[in-house]
């Protein structure tokens, strides 16, 4: 087996992961740091890219290529879209599209480009898995398309038009970014994110809340999926 990369955006959302590491070792490498480190006896490399699609995508194309990962595992928080998702509920994404991304002046659909798609895929075994952790820590755990663009979503008629364009259950900054990435490198990839605002006027506030308690609920139940995969 070889090594699980583990990523979020934020410091907030590896700390709960990084203190159940054994043997870490630090790389500095590309303005960013890399732990490298054992989880239960499997290679592990942790990072977090900080904020948004350049970033997340720098840091999962540096884990695959230079430190040799060969799957990419993302916790982190997000907003909700769907009514059903209150703070500290789980999603994971069976798709992720780009709400940002946009040439419509000429025709296509919103999230598109020539060559790319709408909606990545994320890997079904690995979806398997999270339900297997889910089922057997009694959690309910949602799977939906997730959306992502380079804006902190805090008003409710941008929620609602991603919801209607892409019909996404949640949103963030970094998973499509990452499935772009992994995609193109034929690395299976996993995207899981712990509730932390509902992307409306009260978002702001309620991040600052809520971002430590939900960092560690996703931090926790993908330190479980490591066991299994
Ligand atoms: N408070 C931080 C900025 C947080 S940006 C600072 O000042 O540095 C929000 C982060 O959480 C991003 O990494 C994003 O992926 C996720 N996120 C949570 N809620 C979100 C929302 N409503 N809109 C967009 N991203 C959100």
Not at 41 to 56: E, N, T
Not at 127 to 145: D, M, P, Q
Request: proline share 2%.
């Amino acid at each position: 087996m070889g090594k699980i990369a583990i990523m979020g955006a934020m410091r907030e959302e590896i700390e709960p992961l990084l203190s159940h590491m054994d043997n870490i070792k630090e790389t500095h490498y590309a303005n960013n740091t890399f732990y490298e480190a054992s989880y239960k006896g499997r290679d592990v490399v942790v990072a977090y890219s900080k904020i948004g699609k350049v970033f997340s995508a720098l840091t999962s194309i540096l884990l695959i290529e230079k430190f040799r990962c060969e799957m990419v595992l993302f916790s982190g928080v997000a907003g909700a879209i769907s009514s059903d998702l209150k703070i500290g509920d789980l999603i994971i994404a069976d798709g992720l599209c780009q709400h940002d991304l946009d040439i419509t002046a000429f025709g296509h659909p919103y999230g598109f480009v020539p060559e790319g798609e709408v909606c990545i895929p994320t890997d079904v075994k690995l979806r398997a898995i999270a339900k297997e952790v889910a089922i057997s820590k009694g959690i309910t755990l949602k799977e939906g398309v997730i959306s992502t663009g380079d804006q902190f979503v805090a008003c409710g008629e941008k929620k609602e038009w991603v919801a209607k364009t892409f019909k996404a259950d949640a949103l963030e900054m970094e998973g499509a970014s990452v499935a772009v990435v992994c995609n193109a490198l034929n690395i299976p990839f996993f995207i899981l994110r712990a509730i932390s605002d509902s992307a409306d006027g009260s978002a702001d506030v309620d991040f600052d809340t809520f971002l430590a308690s939900s960092a560690k609920v996703s931090a926790d139940f993908i330190l479980e999926m490591v066991e299994r995969v």
